[in-house]
């Protein structure tokens, strides 16, 4: 059940200043990673790592919210609050629908959440074993939850970063399988039931970025060209492209025991700043969709929102895609967004040199999606302003194949010094036409080019929507695509 009645949400938690209002946020106060994301008849379960008791970092409770559709959220009451084992850091959520943890009753199958206790007298007192894996599952589909008595189910071997457990059924061999991050590398665990455990290996300690500690990682098989192949997420804070955190991702093989890398290079499944400690929801089938925390631990307890902090990313599906340079992951929008369009307004295709003016003088004071497409290889930068002389600008430089997001003047910079800055992605695709989609909100900006190839999540805080939309290129172009959709409000 909501919290509030529909009416009541919207006034209250629905118009303020920067509230997002196309990307799920808590109604008041804290919000971090996104957890326990499960499907189950119908229902998409958003968990969310969540203080109810202030607008920072705080202890940790889940907040619960589902969806139909991946884009509106109904706010549910906190599903999971600290006990005596600690405070409930983030994981994930699995239908056990052979009841192999035999936590069913009466022919009701469970679904089982499996998260980390996290106790702070055990950390205060420098010990090095107090993060521990404990489950906790429901039998109402997702409404409550109990937490199990034989809690934890995997306790910490003296590994101070011991966290973050992401559970899914690996069907070849009839098992659970975990992957936790544990300090500077993976681990993997299988167990029969969920309840008991044992480690199969260990990954990553020579590999990838190690600017920080791995966290929330998540493990799925996607199929290319009929094989199968196993994406690893790691999500790393600090070390991330573009500074503070960010999430990193192999793809390779897993054989129920061991996960063996394609690659060696590291990649990131996002460049932008603000799309950390994402997972995908289990229980979906084929479809892998992702949801991350459209911030960054770097000024995540800063930004200038007020009676609540933090939002997620719009849903995101993940794919396969292989060019002469490998294999590499590509994200789109969830297809679902479409039900938030209205009708879409054409622009102008020719782009002139030099300051061009804004294209469309009615003013967009909502989220909209914005579509572009080049006809040749070449730089342009789509610029979104306001009428208070806030700018955002995102753009693609020839010269060094990049796309970048430049945030300095697009609002409220003064939280932190880190904040102002232009942020850079590699070109991946081999592409000789640019397309980019951006879907704009009235606090972020997401960018998924070339097809989602290269993707950048970046959040902003201007003092007005940034309605005014102006394209402009060093050499004259004419664009194959300018064209922008309003978006309705999710709330
Ligand atoms: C990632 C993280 C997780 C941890 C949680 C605590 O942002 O640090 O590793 O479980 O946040 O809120």
């Known amino acids: 059940m909501p919290l509030l009645g529909c009416a009541q949400q919207q006034s209250q938690a629905g118009t303020e200043k920067h509230r997002p ?96 206790h996290h106790d702070m007298k055990g950390e205060e007192e420098k010990r090095s074993d107090f993060q521990n894996q404990s489950l906790a599952y429901s039998l109402d589909e997702g409404k409550t939850w109990t937490k199990y008595t034989g809690n934890p189910v995997l306790k910490n071997p003296g590994i101070t970063d011991f966290r973050d457990p992401k559970v899914s059924w690996y069907p070849e061999q009839k098992k659970w399988v975990m992957t936790l991050a544990t300090k500077n590398r993976i681990t993997f665990y299988s167990s029969p039931d969920l309840k008991s455990w044992k480690k199969e290996s260990e990954f990553g300690e020579q590999l990838g970025a190690h600017g920080g500690v791995w966290e929330c990682p998540d493990l799925f098989p996607l199929t290319l060209n009929g094989e199968k192949y196993y994406v690893l997420l790691i999500s790393i804070n600090p070390g991330a492209p573009n500074g503070g955190s960010g999430t990193q991702y192999f793809i390779g093989d897993f054989d129920g025991n061991k996960f063996t890398p394609l690659q060696s290079e590291t990649r990131w499944i996002d460049y932008g700043t603000d799309n950390y400690a994402g997972i995908t929801w289990s229980n979906t089938g084929s479809r892998k969709v992702f949801i991350g925390w459209m911030n960054n631990w770097t000024y995540a307890n800063q930004v200038p929102t007020e009676s609540w902090r933090g939002a997620t990313t719009i849903a995101r599906e993940f794919k396969l895609f292989s060019d002469k340079n490998g294999i590499s992951l590509r994200t789109e929008p969830v297809e679902e967004l479409a039900t938030l369009a209205r009708a879409t307004v054409n622009l102008p295709k020719a782009v002139g040199t030099g300051e061009s003016k804004p294209l469309n003088t009615t003013s967009l004071s909502g989220p909209y999606k914005l579509k572009l497409q080049t006809s040749s290889l070449a730089s342009f930068s789509v610029v979104l302003s306001n009428a208070a002389k806030g700018k955002l600008v995102v753009g693609y430089d020839k010269a060094s194949n990049r796309f970048y997001i430049d945030r300095r003047e697009a609002g409220n910079n003064a939280f932190n010094k880190e904040f102002a800055k232009i942020h850079y992605a590699p070109r991946i695709s081999s592409g000789k ?36 939309i102006s394209v402009q290129a060093p050499a004259a172009l004419t664009l194959k695509e300018l064209s922008y959709t309003p978006l309705k409000s999710i709330w």
Request: proline share 7%; no cysteine.
């Open 21 to 116: 209002q196309i990307h799920f946020t808590p109604e008041t106060k804290w919000m971090n990673d996104p957890n326990g994301m499960v499907y189950y008849k119908g229902i998409y379960h958003l968990f969310y790592q969540y203080f109810p008791g202030g607008i920072k970092w705080g202890p940790m409770h889940w907040g619960h919210a589902t969806s139909k559709d991946l884009v509106h959220w109904d706010r549910l009451p906190v599903a999971l609050y600290p006990d005596s084992l600690g405070l409930i850091f983030s994981g994930s959520a699995v239908v056990d629908s052979l009841n192999t943890s035999g936590l069913g009753r009466d022919g009701k199958i469970p679904l089982v959440a499996i998260f980390t």
């Open 433 to 468: 036409t640019i397309s980019l989609t951006l879907f704009v909100d009235v606090a972020s900006v997401e960018l998924f080019a070339d097809n989602g190839l290269s993707v950048m999540t970046d959040v902003f805080f201007p003092e007005q929507p940034l309605g005014l």
